[in-house]
């Protein structure tokens, strides 16, 4: 297991005016952050044990009941990696990062492994892609020239959900992308937001690096259909989704990293257009209504989960938004008055309340107490990590483009354009993804994101 490195160790020092907690950062100070963010990171890894002999790279334990991770928080957890590599420069888990996203990519180069094929949501998919896209920008190492590369990965993702085969053919909901691929799996008639939202930011990204306006249109063309679903609505609420035939029933629970995954593509687009006013428009609208809705009182919160009935999904959902909170920060500099005031006072309540486990330190999910509520995990690490970072933001590099610096090789016809019937690999009673596998199939495709609801 990879350990926090000497000279971060050096830099965590005692000094006035920090938040008072296990972890002692004064958040006035970048190399304070940083050095907290260092025991954060440290401590979040001690739940992956991907790069232990026998076990599975990439992935955290799960799905349940064999531990508390569906696939996709892998790779989310990698995405948080490689944006604290960015703000803090600290490089010792590039081993274990390059080793656990290249491990999942499967044959097709696609992030469609055998062993998940059978659960697999279009969103659980594009989470590891926004992890190989934030590659892509932060300029992170390019794998060897015989591996896939991190912009062909993510071109591959967005390539096959623009397919046909993923989207609703005809109708109310016509074009949009199913929650998801497969017919057999439930879930497959919901049009859900955060499947259509994570294409909408891919393809946002893949617009401003690539500077190929037909990434642009098809986000465009997303984020008109979720518009006129009246998944977001007047009032700038950002909604779960609906069901076919022509979603109506609209589920009105608001989840933090909805808002802000489309809050962040429409940073993307503003920065693409050079300002255009409708992209202005769009983000003063959803920075006001997140901040409102997921920060009351300036402290991150989950309202249709917390404080009591929050899974392990949910429970990770604050770190994503704080950390796009921040690249909107940087690609739209002139939120930084609004966004990074709440952004500090939320990262303060966070640590505060990092003070549990065996080394004194670790943190729980409800931060508006000012207490450790006992409640570990990997999501909770993520967190406290992301809110951290964000500060680091406004003075971090904004991400890379093809022409100001970005190294990494696409393929504008990467991925697989062969009927979605899924394969899957032989199960062994010593492969534990594989046996993930029948329980996939015994359960009918809940191992992904949102297991909880019932949507059928």
């Known amino acids: 297991m990879?350990?926090?490195?000497?000279?971060?160790?050096?830099?965590?020092?005692?000094?006035?005016?920090?938040?008072?907690?296990?972890?002692?950062?004064?958040?006035?100070?970048?190399?304070?952050?940083?050095?907290?963010?260092?025991?954060?990171?440290?401590?979040?890894l001690t739940f992956y044990h991907g790069d232990e002999p026998g076990m599975v790279p990439g992935?955290?334990?799960?799905?349940?009941?064999?531990g508390d991770y569906y696939w996709w928080q892998g790779g989310a957890m990698w995405g948080t990696l490689l944006d604290y590599r960015h703000h803090t420069g600290d490089k010792q888990f590039d081993d274990t990062i390059s080793e656990a996203l290249l491990f999942q990519v499967g044959p097709n180069e696609d992030f469609m492994p055998p062993n998940w094929t059978a659960s697999m949501g279009n969103d659980d998919q594009a989470f590891w892609a926004l992890s190989a896209m934030l590659a892509t920008e932060v300029g992170y190492t390019d794998p060897p020239a015989d591996q896939p590369q991190w912009l062909s990965l993510?071109?591959?993702?967005?390539?096959?959900?623009?397919?046909?085969?993923?989207?609703?053919?005809?109708?109310?909901?016509?074009?949009?992308?199913?929650?998801?691929?497969?017919?057999?799996?439930?879930?497959?008639?919901?049009?859900?937001?955060?499947?259509?939202?994570?294409?909408?930011?891919?393809g946002a990204r893949l617009a401003r690096y690539t500077d190929n306006s037909?990434?642009?249109?098809?986000?465009?063309?997303?984020?008109?259909?979720?518009?006129?679903?009246?998944y977001i609505s007047d009032k700038w609420d950002v909604y779960d989704g609906a069901h076919l035939p022509d979603c109506t029933d609209i589920n009105k629970a608001q989840f933090s990293y909805n808002a802000a995954m489309l809050l962040q593509g429409a940073a993307f687009l503003y920065n693409y257009t050079d300002g255009e006013q409708a992209w202005k428009d769009r983000i003063d609208n959803l920075v006001d209504r997140t901040l409102e809705i997921f920060f009351p009182g300036d402290i991150a919160f989950e309202p249709s989960c917390e404080p009591g009935n929050c899974n392990a999904d949910m429970e990770s959902f604050k770190g994503y938004t704080a950390r796009w909170l921040g690249t909107t920060m940087q690609l739209a500099p002139y939120t930084y008055d609004k966004i990074y005031p709440v952004l500090k006072t939320s990262a303060q309540a966070a640590v505060k309340q990092c003070t549990g486990g065996d080394n004194g330190r670790m943190c729980g999910f409800h931060w508006t107490t000012g207490t450790f509520d006992g409640k570990v995990g990997a999501g909770q690490q993520m967190n406290v990590l992301g809110a951290l970072i964000s500060l680091l933001s406004p003075n971090v590099a904004a991400p890379l483009t093809n022409s100001t610096g970005g190294t990494s090789v696409g393929n504008v016809n990467a991925g697989s354009d062969e009927p979605l019937v899924p394969t899957f690999a032989p199960i062994t009673g010593g492969d534990k993804a594989g046996a993930g596998i029948l329980t996939a199939l015994l359960v009918a495709g809940s191992l992904s994101a949102f297991a909880w609801m019932s949507i059928d």
């Open 214 to 230: 037909t990434y642009a249109d098809l986000a465009t063309k997303t984020w008109d259909l979720v518009q006129k679903l009246g």
């Open 59 to 66: 992935i955290l334990p799960g799905p349940p009941p064999d």
């Open 154 to 202: 993510a071109q591959a993702v967005f390539n096959e959900q623009t397919h046909e085969d993923r989207r609703v053919a005809s109708g109310n909901c016509e074009w949009g992308l199913r929650w998801q691929v497969y017919p057999s799996n439930n879930g497959y008639n919901y049009i859900n937001t955060i499947a259509n939202a994570c294409y909408f930011n891919i």
């Open 2 to 44: 990879v350990r926090l490195s000497t000279p971060l160790l050096a830099a965590l020092s005692l000094v006035a005016g920090k938040v008072h907690g296990a972890l002692d950062v004064n958040l006035d100070d970048p190399e304070s952050i940083k050095a907290a963010a260092a025991l954060v990171a440290e401590d979040l």
